[in-house]
């Protein structure tokens, strides 16, 4: 598995978010939502100080993204990808294999 921020998404983060220098954010499953990869269940994402046993990381523009090994389960073998749609200003995720 891996996480793909793009520029607009990444930058999204660091000036909506106001994500500085180090900072994190996990995503991570929540019960009651909807995701192509997991009935009943959706993807969240907050800021994180203090991870605890990240399974997959990346960096972008200074801001590392990851998912708790707890969590890695709910991608079911697919790659997650970040993207900012200007439009409709809001976060789109997508799912590949």
């Known amino acids: ?20 220098k180090n900072d994190k954010i996990k995503f991570f499953s929540k019960v009651y939502g ?33 998912v708790e090994e707890e969590d890695v389960w709910f991608f079911d073998g697919h790659d997650l990808y970040v993207d900012y749609d200007e439009k409709e200003d809001e976060l789109r995720f997508d799912y590949k294999k």
Do not use: H
Not at 2 to 11: F, H, N
């Open 1 to 20: 598995m891996k996480i793909v921020i793009s520029d607009p998404a990444a930058k999204w983060f660091k000036e909506d978010f106001s994500m500085g």
């Open 34 to 66: 909807s995701s192509p990869v997991q009935e009943n269940f959706a993807l969240g994402f907050t800021a994180e100080d203090a991870p605890n046993k990240m399974a997959v990381r990346t960096e972008r523009n200074g801001v590392e993204f990851f």
